[in-house]
């Protein structure tokens, strides 16, 4: 075996070769198969079910009454909230009268001074 090997002897020719016509025939065989394709595409479009399908209307309906019991719980419970929150003027008047003198002096001398009070 010869160690050294001479490219001059090669040449710059392309070492591979394909039959005449071969990328022609290619360029046909694939586009003919998109055609294939795009005719299989639109008929499954064709055949798709509407939209507006049982199983979506009481999927709807179902949602739009979940959302309505989360709306009346949360409306009755901040109902009760507010309702037992509520203090009368006689709460506010027995809760005054059991301070001390001190306290009852520091209330009245801070709610007077109070910028906002009498807006």
């Known amino acids: 075996m ?3 090997f ?3 002897k090669i040449g710059k020719r392309m070492p591979y070769r ?4 071969f990328f022609d025939k290619m360029e046909e065989d694939v586009m003919s ?6 005719s299989l595409f639109n008929a499954k479009v064709a055949m798709k079910k509407p939209v507006c399908s ?4 009481v999927r709807l309906l179902a949602s739009v009454a ?3 019991i989360i709306a009346l719980v949360i409306g009755s ?3 009760e909230e507010t309702s037992s929150s509520v203090v009368g003027t006689a709460d506010l008047i027995q809760a005054f009268n059991q301070l001390d003198d001190a306290d009852q002096l520091e209330l009245l001398s ?3 001074s109070d910028v906002f009070m009498d807006e």
Request: charged fraction near 40%; avoid cysteine.
């Open 2 to 4: 010869k160690d050294t």
């Open 6 to 8: 001479d490219f001059d």
């Open 18 to 21: 394909t039959p005449d016509g």
């Open 33 to 38: 198969r998109l055609k294939e394709q795009d």
């Open 54 to 57: 049982y199983k979506l209307i």
């Open 66 to 68: 979940a959302v309505a």
């Open 77 to 79: 419970v901040l109902k």
């Open 110 to 112: 801070t709610y007077q």
